[in-house]
């Protein structure tokens, strides 16, 4: 039961960060015309006009990895669990 409500933990903070990390990354005005601009431009522009690009990235990933390991916890609990049944 601890190694569940261990993955309970990181699940949420994991949610959390993703949330906190999309926010910085993500430019959150609209922008017009955005089919008239081609892919490079709008990741440079997206670099510039986001809160703080490179720590939204790295928060975006911290945060697939924890979602991630924790479905690897509830995977292994899950198991444990059915093994026990069947025996």
Not at 30 to 35: I, R, V
Not at 52 to 57: A, I, T
Not at 68 to 76: N, T
Request: overall charge positive; charged content about 20%; hydrophobic content about 50%.
């Amino acid at each position: 039961m601890k190694k569940l409500k261990i993955a309970n933990f990181i699940l949420v903070t994991s949610v959390v960060t993703l949330i906190i990390g999309y926010c910085l990354w993500a430019v959150l005005i609209p922008m017009q015309d955005a089919n008239e601009i081609n892919r490079e431009d709008i990741i440079r522009l997206q670099q510039e006009v986001a809160f703080n690009y490179p720590l939204g990235r790295f928060l975006l990933y911290v945060g697939f990895i924890g979602i991630g390991v924790s479905f690897v916890f509830y995977g292994k609990h899950l198991y444990v669990k059915l093994r026990d049944l069947r025996s």
